[in-house]
């Protein structure tokens, strides 16, 4: 039996459209559009239509404005990456955010950099937790 997707969890696609959003902090169907790769060959109408779906999902908010809607992000950009996070921490790595942390610092692909970054990120939040 299938299971029930996640509204919470966007698509590939409307995950494209809302960094859009979120680079220009709301716009028109135009603007967002003007966001996205430019090798992105959209029509109007299917890119409005993405727009509403994420409206219906309760990500954005339209405001009419003239001839055409203002969309609006209703959720901050590192809102929805916490989400994400958690859902891939409780279907991917048994709710175990360790589990994913440490397949992340595993990646060969990260440099010295990286590593000294995300070690200076927990140092401060253990820090933090610490007073």
């Avoid at 109408?45 to 809607?69: M, Y």
Wanted: no cysteine; proline share 2%; glycine share 2%.
């Amino acid at each position: 039996m299938r299971q029930k997707k996640n509204s919470m969890i966007l698509t590939e696609v409307e995950l494209e459209f809302m960094s859009a959003v979120w680079q220009i902090n709301g716009g028109t169907v135009r603007q967002v559009m003007a966001q996205l790769d430019a090798d992105r060959d959209l029509a109007y109408t299917s890119a409005s239509t993405i727009l509403r779906i994420l409206e219906q999902k309760n990500f954005l908010v339209s405001e009419r404005s003239e001839k055409s809607f203002i969309y609006k992000p209703l959720i901050e950009k590192e809102d929805y990456q916490s989400t994400y996070l958690m859902n891939v921490s409780q279907k991917l790595f048994d709710n175990t955010p360790s589990a994913m942390v440490a397949r992340l610092v595993d990646d060969e692909n990260l440099t010295e950099d990286m590593l000294s970054e995300m070690r200076e990120l927990l140092d401060r939040r253990l820090e933090k937790n610490a007073k």
